[in-house]
């Protein structure tokens, strides 16, 4: 098992380095900038947050940021972060959230795949999402997070990494984008945990159909 991952590690990266040689001009699809993202979506009302810390965008390395908390009239409240690369050619890639965690001080407590139903156009989709319980002390939060390209969901990693070099090769592109939703969990609620992930799910399902726009296809 480990001498299959180190080999298909060792793929990526030089697959990786074959795309980033290539001199072909990457086209810029058409997209809207998050400046002009909905503070409404379907009842949820959004905040912008204050700005990240240089550092931490110099090494998200993302080309456009959308980072708010929307709240329902029920009082749930959300965190949306959403970060497009518009190529990830130079050495700006997407990285798993996850892996910034412990120097933040949150601690992975259990990690899980969902797939969420969601209505674009009249038609139903499925946005394949990771699910992490993360904890930092008595807090607790509730995190979904998916890689989003060219109209495609992925919450692999390394699926990720494929459909990159794939559509750089077929289609000259390689813009991508992670969205992430935290929810926090209510310590007084003995099912704290499903009511955040209700409460994820339901804003994914008000969030997807606006992202287009954002995200090219």
């Not at 459909?163 to 390689?174: G, S």
């Amino acid at each position: 098992m480990l001498t299959r991952s180190l080999v298909l590690f060792a793929l990526f990266i030089g697959a990786t380095g074959l795309v980033a040689r290539q001199n072909r001009p990457e086209p810029s699809p058409p997209r809207t900038t998050f400046d002009r993202f909905p503070n409404e979506i379907q009842g949820w009302r959004g905040e912008s947050l204050p700005p990240l810390d240089p550092k931490i965008l110099a090494v998200l390395g993302a080309d456009d940021i959308l980072n708010r908390v929307y709240m329902s009239a029920d009082r749930a409240t959300v965190g949306l972060y959403i970060g497009f690369y518009n190529s990830q050619r130079q050495g700006d890639s997407i990285h798993s959230p996850m892996n910034c965690l412990p120097g933040a001080g949150w601690e992975p407590m259990s990690r899980s795949a969902m797939s969420l139903p969601v209505t674009v156009g009249g038609r139903t989709e499925t946005v394949d999402a990771n699910r992490y319980v993360i904890q930092k002390g008595l807090n607790r939060q509730l995190v979904l997070y998916w890689y989003q390209s060219h109209g495609r969901t992925v919450a692999s990693e390394y699926r990720s990494k494929f459909f990159l070099i794939r559509d750089a090769v077929q289609l000259n592109r390689t813009d991508a984008a992670l969205v992430r939703i935290v929810v926090p969990i209510d310590p007084k609620l003995d099912d704290g945990e499903l009511v955040a992930e209700r409460q994820a799910s339901a804003f994914v399902k008000s969030l997807f159909p606006v992202l287009p726009e954002y995200l090219p296809s």
